[in-house]
């Protein structure tokens, strides 16, 4: 045989061993994916969609639990979700689209582009400042009596905008990081006056029709779409519809609805000049305080042992919650959506992100507090909180987090257990006296319960922690004025 043959022949066979070698440790990543995302949706702690995706190539692409619970409607990769605040990233790339154009000045005030608006603080705040949550801009969804009693009404945005996002700056523009949805709520303002067409157009125009991302836009809340998930939240155990929210609310900070299909071809995209050149995509994700770029989380995340760039946003509205990662060094990408309030997506995608890099993901644990609601429904408030109290401690087999039991005393709330409420509230404050929203919602839970005096101690408290709790101040001072 002639050598030049014989080395073919072994050129050939290595390399087919090597493809058929990649392709099934390739497969291996993709079942541990999806069995470590089954695991997380047993355990009633993720119910979405989830794709995730290497060198370009898409490796699992599923949805997971039901889209609609009622009618028994899976969740599968084309399924619809609301977005939540991952919107401020594309309303991110609109505003850098028109500073291309010089239609936008980064460093201009924000007095140039809405003249209508109040010129103490439009004369003082810069839109790159809005961009990256450092201008001192209020955040109206802290409103709660605005988020309760007001969230299922239609706005308009100039009126919007002037009402709830025009309230004095929380502390001078560049000098400190505070997340602000009436900031890039304000930002699709801007870009409607400058460009003479509706966010939502722009949106359509410059983004999704040039990615082709077809199954993604604003949503409309008189609208109904093919395929879209219906929101939720966990309640005391069991998925229950979450409540209306009407989506001129969260406008250009959070009202796109999509599916991981079209946020992958959002990824991709990112890594071409089709939007945006490189220089300006440069800026957009350059982060400025607390990590945080313009519309995205830039941080050095440690996996195993490396550090690995990780350009990320989450989102959390009325019944979903949603979390994009981008491990742009290594060509990796991650996306989960959850049609419910709560959940664990965070682990999640961190688990699935340490498979991606060879590494075993931690097992995911039950949540103490979906177990303690189950408990109370079962065995009232007092025998639940006494087997809590050992589940707390049994740390290999359950995890306790702040967020889900804050969670637990709201869905209590809402049943009109207020007296389960209280304690569970009660709780928390307990495990977490640091924290100075769970004295917030504590005083909210003993003020329904009538007993104003500690109300009033528990928002003092919770306004000592965190003397930039405006809404435990409004509600103080409407207690007090009750006294």
């Known amino acids: 045989m002639p050598k030049i043959l014989r080395f073919s022949i072994f050129f050939y066979a290595a390399l087919l061993l090597f493809v058929l070698t990649h392709h099934v440790y390739s497969q291996d990543k993709v079942q541990k994916i999806d069995e470590l995302v089954n695991q997380y949706a047993e355990l009633k702690q993720f119910n979405g969609a989830v794709l995730v995706a290497e060198e370009g190539n898409i490796i699992l692409s599923k949805g997971y639990g039901m889209a609609d619970f009622e009618n028994r409607i899976p969740n599968n990769n084309e399924t619809k979700f609301r977005l939540a605040s991952v919107t401020k990233q594309f309303t991110a790339m609109l505003v850098m689209q028109l500073v291309e154009k010089g239609k936008i000045k980064l460093e201009g005030k924000l007095s140039e582009y809405l003249p209508y608006y109040r010129k103490d603080i439009g004369e003082k705040i810069t839109i790159h400042q809005i961009l990256s949550h450092t201008s001192g801009l209020a955040n ?34 560049g000098t400190k990081w505070e997340y602000s ?6 930002l699709g303002l801007v870009i409607e006056e400058v460009t003479g067409k509706s966010w939502e157009q722009n949106l359509q125009e410059n983004i999704l029709d040039p990615v082709g991302m077809t199954n993604s836009g604003y949503e409309h809340s008189d609208k ?67 990590n945080y770029a313009l519309g995205w989380q830039v941080i050095e995340q440690p996996i195993g042992d490396k550090k690995v760039k990780v350009v990320t946003h989450s989102g959390g509205i009325f019944g979903f919650n949603s979390l994009i990662t981008r491990l742009t060094d290594d060509n990796k990408f991650v996306m989960v959506l959850n049609n419910f309030e709560g959940g664990n997506i965070n682990q999640l995608t961190l688990g699935i992100v340490n498979i991606l890099y060879g590494l075993e993901p931690a097992k995911p644990k039950k949540s103490a507090a979906v177990e303690l609601a189950g408990l ?12 809590f109290s050992k589940m707390k401690d049994n740390k290999d087999e359950y995890v306790v987090r702040e967020r889900e039991l804050n969670q637990l005393g709201y869905n209590l709330l809402l049943e009109n257990k207020v007296t389960e409420a209280v304690k569970v509230f009660k709780l928390n404050v307990d495990l977490y006296p640091d ?49």
């Not at 009232?380 to 087997?387: M, R, S």
């Open 181 to 186: 949805n009436s900031g890039y709520f304000i």
């Open 376 to 387: 109370i429904i079962l065995k009232g408030v007092d025998n639940a909180l006494t087997e």
């Open 224 to 290: 109904t779409y093919d395929n879209k998930a219906k929101g939720y939240v966990s309640s005391l155990g069991d998925f229950k519809p979450a409540r209306f929210l009407e989506m001129t609310i969260p406008y250009s900070a959070g009202s796109i609805y999509s599916t991981v299909e079209d946020m992958y071809k959002w990824d991709r995209a990112l890594y071409t000049n089709t939007l945006l050149s490189e220089p300006m995509k440069e800026i957009m994700f350059k982060p400025v305080l607390n």
């Open 140 to 173: 109206y969804t802290n409103n709660r009596d605005f988020m309760q009693n007001e969230s299922g009404i239609k706005a308009e945005p100039k009126e919007f905008v002037l009402k709830y996002c025009s309230e004095d700056l929380i502390f001078e523009p």
């Open 435 to 483: 924290s100075w929203n769970v004295y917030d919602s504590y005083g909210e839970a003993l003020a329904a319960a009538g007993d104003t005096e500690n109300a009033i101690l528990n928002y003092k408290k919770s306004i000592e922690l965190n003397p930039e709790n405006n809404g435990g101040k409004e509600m103080l001072k409407k207690l007090e004025g009750k006294k």
